[in-house]
Nanobody
Framework: QVQVVESGGGSVQAGGSLRLSCTASRDTYATCMGWFRQAPGKEREGVAAIDSDGRINYADSAKGRFTISQDKAKNTVYLEMNSLKPEDTAMYYC???????????????????WGQGTQVTVSS
């Protein structure tokens, strides 16, 4: 059974940092993994994506503060978030896809498999 599991959310003060982790089960055969977020009352938005060759795409809102990386041996991707702002408060979701790769793997793409989400709260 395909599983995508996030961890690492929490509450921090503005200016702080958090590192989110996401592990996809091996039967996902993911070639593209991404992070999304959804704030209360807002639409879900893509944050970052990384493909099997390590090519990375960021949403404008993430550039300069967020870093996506992966450990392929562990089927795990990370989202390092620095200089957090109250407006970064949201539920963060990890997603995986077994068909997207290269240019089709980008922040905000449509993914097949989703995690349950992990809450990030940034206080001012």
């Amino acid at each position: 059974q395909v599983q995508v599991v996030e961890s690492g959310g929490g509450s921090v003060q503005a200016g702080g940092s958090l590192r989110l982790s996401c592990t996809a089960s091996r039967d996902t055969y993911a070639t593209c993994m991404g992070w999304f977020r959804q704030a209360p009352g807002k639409e879900r938005e893509g944050v970052a994506a990384i493909d099997s060759d390590g090519r990375i795409n960021y949403a404008d809102s993430a550039k300069g503060r967020f870093t996506i990386s992966q450990d392929k041996a562990k089927n795990t991707v990370y989202l390092e978030m620095n200089s957090l702002k109250p407006e970064d408060t949201a539920m963060y979701y990890c997603a995986a896809d077994r068909y997207r790769d290269g240019p089709s793997c980008y922040a905000g793409a449509v993914f097949d498999y989703w995690g349950q989400g992990t809450q990030v709260t940034v206080s001012s």
